[in-house]
């Protein structure tokens, strides 16, 4: 079975500090791990993917995480927030060669002006 | 860019209501996937297609089927709406699976 829980429903930064939105992940498998992005009204976008090539992945936006298979774990950060990055963030794991993904419950980031 | 669309971003229907959710992609993807997100629930897998007439379910298939006629539309049919059935509807999209492409949404209130 797989899962991934998001450590905190919502984190709040002020502009310019740096962001951590976290995620731990189970699988049996090597698995694929995704962070999507949802602003308000809008569907869901693809932030960044780790498919077991390197284990720290750049996404868009200034967006990084880094897989870390001693602690299960798979941390969204960015160095400097911005106003625009105010949105809802999901943690994603698949097994590799699997085709269904499990989301997690999702992290509200706000930004604070 | 990829686009997939869904038929209504508002829909308000009363129960024991037939409730059709439609999904159209552009991208000619083999994959398309219905979800429903609920807060502090994250998103949960109702039913995916690999092809065209081919359905699976997924997670939480209860209460809801599809049919996918033509590659590039994929539908939701809420056979007799309830109360529970009140939430967010998202359409996704893929040629590969682990990659999909998500519509704007249905939010769909059942009274």
């Known amino acids: 079975a797989q899962s991934v829980t998001q450590l905190d429903s919502h984190v709040s930064v002020s502009e310019g500090t740096p962001v951590l939105l976290r995620c731990n992940y189970s699988?049996?498998?090597?698995?694929?791990l995704f962070w999507y992005v949802q602003h308000p009204n809008k569907g869901l976008q693809l932030l960044l993917k780790y498919t077991s090539a390197a284990t720290l992945v750049k996404g868009i936006n200034g967006f990084e995480a880094e897989f870390k298979k001693s602690e299960t774990s798979f941390h969204l950060t960015k160095p400097s927030a911005h106003m625009s990055d105010a949105a809802e963030y999901f943690c994603v794991v698949t097994p590799f060669g699997n085709e269904k993904l499990t989301f997690g419950t999702g992290t509200r980031l706000t930004i604070i002006p | 860019d990829v686009k997939v669309t869904q038929s209504s971003r508002y829909l308000v229907k009363r129960t024991g209501e037939k409730v059709f959710l439609e999904c159209v992609q552009d991208?000619?993807?083999?994959?398309m996937f219905w979800y429903r997100q609920d807060p502090g629930l994250g998103l949960r897998l109702i039913y995916f297609s690999y092809d065209v007439k081919m359905k699976e379910k997924g997670d939480i298939p209860e209460g809801y089927s599809v049919s996918r006629e033509k590659k590039e539309r994929f539908s939701l049919i809420l056979e007799s709406a309830s109360t529970n059935q009140t939430s967010m509807y998202l359409c996704a999209s893929s040629s590969d699976p682990r990659e999909q492409y998500f519509g704007p949404g249905t939010r769909l209130t059942v009274t």
């Open positions: 991208m000619d993807h083999e994959n």
């Open positions: 699988s049996s498998y090597s698995p694929s």
